[in-house]
């Protein structure tokens, strides 16, 4: 890549993630406003709550801890948005495979957990102690899947399974080529988005809305800026895993909102489980799967 | 940086024009007239599609909504919660009761008339209003906001000594937890700054 | 030259502590006779420090052999060796400069210091001595001073550390044993000749003798299933040696399995073992590891004691090692081998920072701190950069061995051991978590409203700490140049390192662009941060309540039970884990046959007689019958 164009990306490429994912974040809301039968707020209705939280006169926090936590929070997605592969921008994917991504991911969930817990709320103590056993609920399905991939393939950099899975065509997709890993890494994805019934974090009528709760003005700003970008971060992992990453622009736009509108007719459908029955479910349903699915790839090659 | 921004005419039209599309409501259901918020919010009527939204905490919310009468017991909570809300902030006194006293304009226990003690940017007047108003008194509060008129927050700064000298008349002294109003506009500038 | 006077110097130091400690009485002058240790620790561990790094020229030159007894006791540097020795001498020498300020001059410690010095005189002769007799002597010099050092505190502790001595002693019977079936089967204690005579055997020799010697190092490094005597032991000594014990005295264990495993038995003796068709020696290793990775890290949850969670997480991390060494990769072994430094550096921060909350609030109970990041930021930012690491997060150093660790496990084909490290990276976010919020985060109760932070003598070694944890995380090269030459010295395949992570040969990690992407990433939500308007700091009172009002009466907070949802999951196997029940069986056991034996002792006359007569016709017999 020429210096220009990779500067040129460096600056476009999380505006750009940010307006998709405050489109995807409009069209959540109006699929779901549709399905109950109502109109629904505007398409781009998630940028107007950014606005209008970053123009606050007056914000408030509960001490130095609390302000740079959300720093780590958007510098660490934002971090973990550069490695991750899009059609065009794959300058910064070969200097981290997806172990790096797994973990850079956790950099966002650490902060936002240290900057609540400074606030000295315990609705968002308790909201934090079930973000992060949700987080030991989905991730180790979706570990175990990415432990498949790269064991079948021998590699653990996303480009490499990327043009593995191009090269092969329709067949060569995650989803068909090891569909049992496909399908639990798809449960841990709804887990991952924090999607029903895996919202356990923010029940806003038991715990007022968890991490939320003393976050006002920018500070609750930069947490909505900071979900714009994780939604079709993860959603991007999940396409360049199994659904064969995306040649082109049209192409990755059509499977994010393809894969979106799948999950959150899930969400729509369901009502909240409760932390340990999620946690449970990913280990008993997802988990299992994924095994079974590793213990397949095992068979084949040994 | 911030401040010479918000000083400039322009940015605050456009601001303003952008933020009318994202009120949200602090769920604080005071009163019967509370009944009216949820067939307002649903299907049927759907505020959702104003951008109006119910939120939790009164750190997250724009709009503060007293539905109903308003105990002497329940204003000190309700003054703690209007000061813990972040500016620009709208008092909309729902019903009535905030209005003149309502149907309990002979009570000892309730307040007969909001704006004595919070500033107030809307009354919708009915016992209890229903839906169609609600939503006509919100779409006329977006508009004022949109229009850039929606101010009323300033005058809990510009004339504090007459709030609070209502507020403890009311209560025979101060509250627990009073914020320090005065600090608070000297030090996000807001009595200086413009619109 | 230096070899020597890496074993001459903790020997002339624990002598004239000894002198010092004996010399001033312990209640007249208590405060002198620490002091005087004090110093003569410092500067006689800082000389350790200084030879330490002088030593590395002499690797491979420097023997030494002192006659003992008709044998000698040789003693000599090899590269693994000298890895080891540095990181003692390293953190020793931090810990002291810790405990200069941190350990209280009352009395209570006045032989802390000469069991510090003997210890670390035993730990290096472990680390020196090139053959099997020597080994073993030093192990058991060190095994006895390490428990002469935990009975330096309060009663919990000594109890403790008659649980260690027990494991202790065990291991190195079993060690003997080990050594004698060795001579025995080879004829020399030299680990040369070892290896030679190793490589002809077949596999069954080489299988017992791998058992013999290789149980003990597991028993030291609290491999699952005979980890029971770390927690209590570490977790209730004086907080300055709980952060020295578990940085670096339980990896003398991995030393061992590493140097038995490779100079030992050597590469040929382990491939015969290997060529089993269902399970190789070395995956019943790792399969161990794993265990031992997964279920005290999970433990570590429910604890409410601060060091207990730790100590915990020791052996925890010890798994890790495990697993590197035992897979036999070259990513693998050296993912272990760097972890056994990134674990020193971490753990020993994260203890020390718990050892400054103790100092100053008296406790380390997690139900009742909170808030004290008001009160102690530097402790707080100690811990906090400690757990990073830790839960192996970029871009500090754990991330790195973790890294190699995983890609190892992945290439060679072991899924479910990857999964099983992943598995305790989350038990460790998770309860790291617990920690820093019950501690540092949440609401500050009113009696610790007048803590003050802790002196310098006690922040600096933190913040050093903490600058090691970030500075071998953006560059670990440094230390994977040590770990490549170790490697090479084994006669393993060294790894691809470059200055700032792993060559691209090997699969490409480059730290340095991580932090600065991050760098980058946290200056661009800084502008939009600046970009909203001001804030005000608000007290921890003015908070969302639901309209009530609070005050310094209401406890606000969150600490109990933190995952309450884990504890749901996990009610069953918490109550009532099965290793402790097998241990409390085989101790009911030993008590129930020990009463039997009692019963001899019937202090009657008349009945010792009755034994005296019994013996002699019993003899009789035996002699006559051979006629």
């Known amino acids: 890549m020429s210096t220009l164009s990779l500067v040129v990306w460096i600056i476009a490429y999380p505006i750009i993630i940010f307006c998709i994912g405050v489109l995807l974040g409009g069209y959540e809301r109006k699929f779901s406003a549709r399905v109950e039968r109502r109109i629904g707020p505007s398409w781009i209705q998630p940028f107007y709550d950014v606005i209008k939280l970053m123009s606050k006169k007056t914000n408030v926090s509960h001490g130095y801890m609390h302000d740079v936590a959300i720093l780590m929070l958007l510098g660490g997605t934002l971090l973990t948005l550069y490695f991750v592969p899009v059609p065009g921008f794959t300058y910064f994917s070969q200097f981290g495979d997806f172990l790096v991504i797994s973990y850079l991911l956790l950099i966002p969930s650490l902060g936002m957990a240290l900057g609540v817990g400074e606030t000295a709320n315990p609705n968002g103590s308790i909201g934090i102690s079930r973000a992060l056993q949700m987080l030991a609920g989905y991730e180790v399905p979706f570990i175990l899947t990415f432990i498949g991939v790269a064991m079948k393939e021998q590699t653990t950099s996303m480009l490499d399974i990327i043009h593995i899975q191009q090269a092969g065509g329709f067949w060569a997709w995650g989803l068909i080529a090891h569909p049992l890993l496909g399908v639990a890494a798809l449960i841990a994805l709804q887990g991952m988005l924090n999607e029903k019934p895996f919202e356990v974090i923010v029940a806003p009528h038991e715990i007022a809305t968890g991490p939320m709760t003393e976050m006002g003005g920018k500070y609750l700003g930069i947490m909505f800026i900071q979900h714009l970008i994780a939604v079709p971060l993860e959603l991007t992992l999940y396409i360049n895993l199994f659904l064969g990453g995306a040649s082109s622009w049209l192409e990755y736009l059509v499977k994010l909102f393809v894969l979106w509108t799948a999950l959150i007719s899930v969400n729509m459908v369901f009502g909240r489980f409760r932390v340990d029955s999620a946690v449970k479910f990913m280990w008993k349903i997802s988990l299992p799967l994924a095994a079974l699915g590793v213990i397949g790839i095992m068979l084949n090659i040994a | ?195 | 030259m230096s070899t020597s006077m890496l074993l001459i110097l903790p020997l002339a130091g624990f002598l004239t502590s000894l002198a010092a400690a004996w010399i001033v009485p312990a209640s007249s002058k208590a405060r002198a006779s620490g002091t005087v240790q004090k110093f003569i620790a410092g500067i006689g561990f800082t000389a350790l420090f200084v030879f330490a790094f002088l030593a590395k020229g002499e690797i491979g030159t420097g023997y030494l052999g002192i006659p003992l007894f008709g044998l000698w006791a040789n003693f000599g540097l090899t590269q693994l060796s000298w890895y080891f020795v540095a990181m003692v001498a390293g953190i020793t020498l931090v810990t002291v400069l810790f405990s200069l300020q941190g350990l209280r001059d009352d009395g209570r410690y006045s032989f802390y210091y000469v069991w510090l010095f003997s210890k670390t005189f035993g730990m290096l002769g472990v680390l020196l001595s090139a053959d099997m007799l020597t080994f073993f002597i030093m192990w058991e010099v060190m095994s006895w001073c390490t428990y002469f050092l935990l009975q330096q505190g309060h009663e919990k502790a000594k109890r403790a550390g008659a649980g260690y001595l027990v494991y202790a002693v065990t291991a190195g019977m079993i060690l003997l044993a080990g050594l004698l079936y060795m001579y025995f089967n080879v004829g020399s204690f030299d680990f040369r000749t070892i290896q030679a005579a190793f490589s002809g055997f077949d596999a069954g020799r080489i299988i017992v003798a791998m058992l013999l010697v290789l149980v003990p190092m597991l028993i030291e490094a609290a491999a699952y299933p005979v980890h029971w005597w770390l927690p209590s032991a570490y977790a209730n000594a004086e907080t300055g040696i709980s952060a020295y014990l578990a940085a670096i005295s339980t990896r003398i264990g991995i030393y061992g399995m590493t140097m038995f495993l490779f100079a030992g038995f050597g590469l040929t003796a382990l491939n015969l073992v290997t060529a089993n068709k269902y399970v190789s020696a070395n995956e019943v290793l790792m399969i161990i590891g794993a265990f031992t990775m997964v279920v005290p890290t999970f433990t570590a949850l429910f604890q409410h004691d601060a060091k207990e969670l730790m100590t915990w997480h020791s052996i925890g991390q010890g798994g890790y090692m495990i697993v590197g060494i035992a897979s036999s990769t070259t990513l693998g072994i050296a993912g272990g081998l760097f972890h056994v430094f990134n674990h020193m550096t971490y753990v020993s921060l994260i203890l020390f920072s718990i050892a400054a909350v103790e100092y100053r609030t008296g406790t380390t109970n997690l139900n009742k701190l909170g808030g004290l990041i008001k009160k102690q930021p530097v402790a707080y930012l100690g811990l906090l950069f400690g757990i990073i690491g830790l839960a192996g997060i970029p871009p500090m150093n754990g991330f790195v061995s973790k890294w190699l660790i995983y890609r190892a496990l992945i290439l060679s084909g072991h899924p479910f051991i990857a999964l099983a490290a992943f598995i305790a990276t989350l038990g460790t976010i998770l309860s790291v978590y617990k920690l820093i919020h019950n501690m540092f985060l949440g609401q500050l109760p009113e009696r610790y409203n007048d803590i003050k932070e802790v002196g310098w003598g006690m922040r600096l070694p933190i913040i050093f700490m903490m600058a090691v944890v970030w500075l071998t995380g953006a560059f670990p090269g440094t230390v994977l140049a040590v770990v490549a030459d170790i490697q090479q010295s084994l006669g393993l395949e060294p790894i691809a390192y470059s200055a700032h992570g792993v060559a691209a040969e090997m699969g490409q990690l480059n730290m340095l662009v991580i932090n600065i992407v991050f760098i980058g990433g946290l200056f661009v939500s800084w502008l939009i941060y600046h970009a909203g308007g001001k804030r005000k700091h608000i007290g921890q009172y003015d908070n969302y309540a639901a309209g009530h009002f609070l005050d310094k009466s209401i406890p606000y907070n969150y600490n109990y039970n933190f995952y309450a949802g884990m504890d749901h999951i996990f009610e069953r196997a918490l109550h009532k884990p099965p290793v402790k029940r097998a241990e409390q069986a085989l101790a009911a056991f030993v008590s129930g046959m020990s009463e039997y034996v009692r019963r001899i002792f019937t202090g009657n006359i008349t009945t010792y007689a009755a034994y005296v007569v019994a013996a002699v016709v019993v003899i009789l017999l035996v002699l006559g019958g051979g006629r």
């Open chain 2, 1 to 195: 940086m911030a401040k010479e921004l918000t000083q400039k005419a322009a940015w605050d039209r456009v601001l303003a024009k952008l933020k009318k599309n994202s009120l949200w409501m602090l769920h604080y259901c005071t009163g019967c007239g509370a009944i009216e918020l949820p067939p307002t919010m649903t299907a049927r009527y759907d505020m959702e599609r104003f951008g109006i939204m119910p939120m939790v905490t009164p750190r997250q919310a724009d709009i503060l909504l007293i539905t109903g009468y308003l105990s002497v017991k329940t204003l000190k909570r309700v003054i703690l919660v209007y000061e813990q809300m972040q500016a620009p902030k709208y008092v909309v006194g729902f019903g009535s009761c905030t209005i003149n006293g309502g149907m309990y304009w002979d009570s000892y226990s309730t307040i007969k008339s909001l704006d004595q003690y919070l500033p107030v940017e809307m009354y919708l007047a009915g016992c209890m209003p229903r839906p169609e108003a609600i939503i006509k008194g919100f779409t006329w509060l977006i508009d004022r906001v949109g229009k850039g008129e929606a101010n009323s927050w300033r005058d809990y700064y510009e004339n504090y000594e007459f709030y609070r000298k209502n507020q403890e008349e009311l209560f025979g002294g101060p509250i627990q937890s009073y914020q320090d109003i005065p600090a608070d506009a000297q030090k996000f500038g807001i009595l200086e700054a413009r619109q």
